[in-house]
Protein backbone atom coordinates (compact mmCIF):
# COMPACT_ATOMS: atom_id res chain seq x y z
CA UNK A 1 0.00 0.00 0.00
CA UNK A 2 2.70 2.68 0.94
CA UNK A 3 5.04 1.68 -2.42
CA UNK A 4 1.26 2.17 -4.15
CA UNK A 5 1.24 5.91 -2.40
CA UNK A 6 4.49 6.82 -3.34
CA UNK A 7 3.95 5.46 -6.81
CA UNK A 8 1.08 7.97 -6.96
CA UNK A 9 3.04 10.72 -5.67
CA UNK A 10 5.68 10.56 -7.83
CA UNK A 11 3.33 10.15 -10.75
CA UNK A 12 1.73 13.35 -9.20
CA UNK A 13 5.06 15.41 -9.22
CA UNK A 14 6.25 14.37 -12.29
CA UNK A 15 2.74 15.31 -13.92
CA UNK A 16 2.80 19.03 -12.02
CA UNK A 17 6.10 19.38 -13.21
CA UNK A 18 5.25 19.01 -16.99
CA UNK A 19 2.52 20.96 -16.51
CA UNK A 20 4.56 23.91 -14.82
CA UNK A 21 7.32 23.26 -17.87
CA UNK A 22 4.25 23.70 -20.78
CA UNK A 23 3.05 26.66 -19.30
CA UNK A 24 6.94 28.23 -18.53
CA UNK A 25 7.25 27.77 -22.39
CA UNK A 26 3.47 28.64 -23.59
CA UNK A 27 4.35 32.25 -24.50
CA UNK A 28 6.20 33.32 -27.33
CA UNK A 29 8.82 36.43 -26.37
CA UNK A 30 6.72 39.89 -26.51
CA UNK A 31 7.93 41.56 -30.23
CA UNK A 32 10.13 44.18 -30.49
CA UNK A 33 8.71 45.72 -33.51
CA UNK A 34 5.18 45.97 -35.58
CA UNK A 35 6.25 42.54 -36.95
CA UNK A 36 8.65 40.08 -37.51
CA UNK A 37 8.18 38.05 -40.79
CA UNK A 38 10.26 34.54 -40.38
CA UNK A 39 13.37 33.79 -43.23
CA UNK A 40 14.29 30.22 -43.69
CA UNK A 41 17.98 31.78 -44.16
CA UNK A 42 19.94 33.63 -41.72
CA UNK A 43 21.87 34.87 -44.24
CA UNK A 44 18.44 36.79 -45.83
CA UNK A 45 17.70 38.53 -42.25
CA UNK A 46 17.70 41.97 -42.03
CA UNK A 47 17.42 41.52 -37.81
CA UNK A 48 15.75 39.07 -35.25
CA UNK A 49 13.59 40.33 -32.69
CA UNK A 50 15.41 43.21 -31.68
CA UNK A 51 18.76 43.93 -32.81
CA UNK A 52 22.11 41.73 -33.46
CA UNK A 53 24.54 41.55 -30.71
CA UNK A 54 28.00 43.44 -31.02
CA UNK A 55 30.47 40.47 -30.22
CA UNK A 56 31.15 41.02 -26.43
CA UNK A 57 35.19 41.07 -26.74
CA UNK A 58 34.31 44.46 -28.34
CA UNK A 59 31.66 45.88 -26.14
CA UNK A 60 33.46 49.38 -24.41
CA UNK A 61 31.79 51.50 -21.10
CA UNK A 62 30.74 53.74 -24.22
CA UNK A 63 28.16 51.21 -25.50
CA UNK A 64 25.98 52.11 -22.01
CA UNK A 65 26.58 55.44 -22.09
CA UNK A 66 24.02 57.77 -23.87
CA UNK A 67 24.86 61.72 -23.93
CA UNK A 68 21.21 62.87 -24.98
CA UNK A 69 20.84 66.24 -22.82
CA UNK A 70 18.32 65.05 -21.77
CA UNK A 71 18.66 68.69 -19.15
CA UNK A 72 17.69 70.20 -22.11
CA UNK A 73 14.51 72.04 -22.89
CA UNK A 74 12.96 71.10 -26.58
CA UNK A 75 11.34 73.45 -28.47
CA UNK A 76 7.32 73.09 -28.00
CA UNK A 77 6.05 75.73 -30.71
CA UNK A 78 4.34 73.01 -32.76
CA UNK A 79 0.64 72.43 -32.77
CA UNK A 80 -0.16 70.41 -29.88
CA UNK A 81 2.84 72.26 -27.16
CA UNK A 82 4.19 69.78 -26.81
CA UNK A 83 8.05 67.80 -27.79
CA UNK A 84 8.68 64.24 -26.63
CA UNK A 85 12.52 63.46 -26.70
CA UNK A 86 12.49 59.40 -26.72
CA UNK A 87 15.52 57.33 -25.72
CA UNK A 88 14.99 53.34 -27.15
CA UNK A 89 17.34 51.26 -28.76
CA UNK A 90 16.86 53.23 -31.73
CA UNK A 91 19.24 55.94 -29.99
CA UNK A 92 21.06 54.05 -27.29
CA UNK A 93 22.60 50.67 -28.45
CA UNK A 94 23.55 49.78 -25.44
CA UNK A 95 19.37 49.23 -24.18
CA UNK A 96 19.17 46.24 -26.79
CA UNK A 97 17.58 43.05 -24.95
CA UNK A 98 17.49 44.96 -21.40
CA UNK A 99 13.31 45.65 -21.92
CA UNK A 100 13.53 49.41 -20.71
CA UNK A 101 13.79 52.90 -22.28
CA UNK A 102 13.02 56.77 -21.36
CA UNK A 103 11.14 59.61 -22.38
CA UNK A 104 11.60 63.57 -21.79
CA UNK A 105 8.53 65.19 -22.38
CA UNK A 106 8.45 69.04 -22.74
CA UNK A 107 5.05 70.90 -22.45
CA UNK A 108 4.20 74.43 -23.40
CA UNK A 109 1.33 76.04 -21.60
CA UNK A 110 -2.13 73.51 -21.83
CA UNK A 111 0.08 71.61 -24.37
CA UNK A 112 -0.50 68.25 -24.70
CA UNK A 113 0.71 64.29 -25.16
CA UNK A 114 -2.16 63.66 -27.31
CA UNK A 115 -3.94 60.01 -26.86
CA UNK A 116 -1.71 57.52 -28.12
CA UNK A 117 -0.60 53.76 -26.98
CA UNK A 118 3.00 51.96 -26.98
CA UNK A 119 2.05 48.53 -28.03
CA UNK A 120 4.82 46.89 -26.10
CA UNK A 121 5.44 48.78 -23.08
CA UNK A 122 4.19 50.07 -19.84
CA UNK A 123 4.63 53.46 -18.96
CA UNK A 124 5.51 55.34 -15.32
CA UNK A 125 5.64 59.13 -15.65
CA UNK A 126 7.31 61.19 -13.32
CA UNK A 127 6.18 65.14 -13.33
CA UNK A 128 9.55 67.06 -12.78
CA UNK A 129 7.62 70.50 -13.33
CA UNK A 130 4.35 71.95 -13.50
CA UNK A 131 0.72 70.55 -13.92
CA UNK A 132 -0.67 67.58 -15.75
CA UNK A 133 -3.92 66.42 -16.45
CA UNK A 134 -2.94 62.77 -17.45
CA UNK A 135 -5.06 59.40 -18.02
CA UNK A 136 -5.77 56.63 -19.93
CA UNK A 137 -8.50 55.08 -21.08
CA UNK A 138 -9.44 50.73 -20.41
CA UNK A 139 -9.53 48.36 -23.05
CA UNK A 140 -13.60 47.47 -24.23
CA UNK A 141 -15.09 45.44 -20.90
CA UNK A 142 -17.82 43.26 -20.56
CA UNK A 143 -20.46 45.93 -20.92
CA UNK A 144 -18.79 46.82 -23.72
CA UNK A 145 -18.16 50.67 -22.05
CA UNK A 146 -13.96 51.81 -22.31
CA UNK A 147 -13.33 53.03 -18.18
CA UNK A 148 -11.52 56.51 -17.96
CA UNK A 149 -9.03 56.66 -15.10
CA UNK A 150 -7.73 60.28 -14.71
CA UNK A 151 -5.86 62.04 -12.16
CA UNK A 152 -3.79 65.77 -11.67
CA UNK A 153 -0.06 65.57 -11.14
CA UNK A 154 1.97 67.77 -9.67
CA UNK A 155 6.18 68.09 -9.33
CA UNK A 156 7.54 65.02 -8.08
CA UNK A 157 3.83 62.43 -8.37
CA UNK A 158 3.97 59.57 -10.51
CA UNK A 159 1.14 58.05 -12.40
CA UNK A 160 1.63 54.78 -14.64
CA UNK A 161 -0.05 53.64 -17.58
CA UNK A 162 -0.88 49.98 -18.49
CA UNK A 163 1.31 48.19 -21.45
CA UNK A 164 -1.10 49.24 -24.89
CA UNK A 165 -3.82 51.06 -23.80
CA UNK A 166 -4.52 54.94 -24.86
CA UNK A 167 -3.52 57.53 -22.51
CA UNK A 168 -2.56 61.30 -22.78
CA UNK A 169 -0.83 64.20 -21.12
CA UNK A 170 -2.37 67.54 -20.67
CA UNK A 171 -0.59 70.83 -19.02
CA UNK A 172 -3.16 72.67 -17.57
CA UNK A 173 -0.04 74.93 -15.86
CA UNK A 174 -0.24 78.59 -16.64
CA UNK A 175 3.97 77.75 -17.26
CA UNK A 176 5.89 74.83 -19.30
CA UNK A 177 5.57 71.63 -17.12
CA UNK A 178 8.45 68.67 -17.79
CA UNK A 179 8.14 65.44 -17.34
CA UNK A 180 10.29 61.89 -17.50
CA UNK A 181 8.62 58.39 -18.91
CA UNK A 182 10.23 54.82 -18.41
CA UNK A 183 8.86 52.34 -20.44
CA UNK A 184 9.32 48.66 -20.42
CA UNK A 185 10.42 47.82 -23.68
CA UNK A 186 13.44 48.68 -25.39
CA UNK A 187 11.09 49.37 -27.96
CA UNK A 188 7.86 50.61 -27.05
CA UNK A 189 6.48 52.25 -30.07
CA UNK A 190 4.27 54.81 -30.09
CA UNK A 191 0.58 54.74 -32.01
CA UNK A 192 -0.79 57.93 -32.41
CA UNK A 193 -4.38 57.91 -32.65
CA UNK A 194 -5.02 60.77 -34.57
CA UNK A 195 -2.55 60.16 -36.83
CA UNK A 196 -2.65 56.54 -37.11
CA UNK A 197 -7.25 56.97 -38.05
CA UNK A 198 -6.78 60.14 -40.34
CA UNK A 199 -3.51 60.33 -41.48
CA UNK A 200 -2.15 56.59 -42.69
CA UNK A 201 -0.99 55.72 -46.03
CA UNK A 202 -3.04 55.26 -48.04
CA UNK A 203 -5.92 56.86 -46.30
CA UNK A 204 -8.68 54.62 -44.61
CA UNK A 205 -11.73 54.56 -46.38
CA UNK A 206 -13.58 57.55 -45.32
CA UNK A 207 -16.89 55.36 -45.48
CA UNK A 208 -15.10 53.22 -42.64
CA UNK A 209 -14.34 56.31 -40.51
CA UNK A 210 -17.58 57.88 -41.25
CA UNK A 211 -19.47 54.75 -39.96
CA UNK A 212 -17.45 54.26 -37.12
CA UNK A 213 -17.37 57.46 -35.82
CA UNK A 214 -21.01 57.99 -36.80
CA UNK A 215 -20.64 61.37 -38.53
CA UNK A 216 -20.87 62.63 -41.86
CA UNK A 217 -18.07 61.45 -44.41
CA UNK A 218 -17.48 64.81 -45.51
CA UNK A 219 -16.34 65.56 -41.97
CA UNK A 220 -14.06 62.89 -42.64
CA UNK A 221 -12.42 64.03 -45.59
CA UNK A 222 -11.87 67.50 -43.74
CA UNK A 223 -10.12 65.98 -41.16
CA UNK A 224 -8.19 63.38 -43.40
CA UNK A 225 -6.94 66.79 -45.22
CA UNK A 226 -5.68 68.44 -41.73
CA UNK A 227 -3.70 64.94 -41.23
Known amino acids: MMKGSVLIFQ ?16 FDPSPLQDFCVAVDKYDSAVFVNGKFCKDPKDVKAEDFFFQGRLNVARDTSGKQGSNVTAVTVEQFPGLNTLGISLARIDFAPYGQNPPHTHPRATEVLFVLEGTLYV ?17 VLNAGDVFVFPVGLVH ?12 FAGLSSQNPGVITIANAIFGSEPPINP ?5 AFQVDKNLVEYLQKLF
Open 11 to 26: VATVALLALACSLAFA
Open 207 to 211: DVLAK
Open 168 to 179: FQLNIGKSNAIA
Open 135 to 151: GFVTSNQADGKNLLFTK
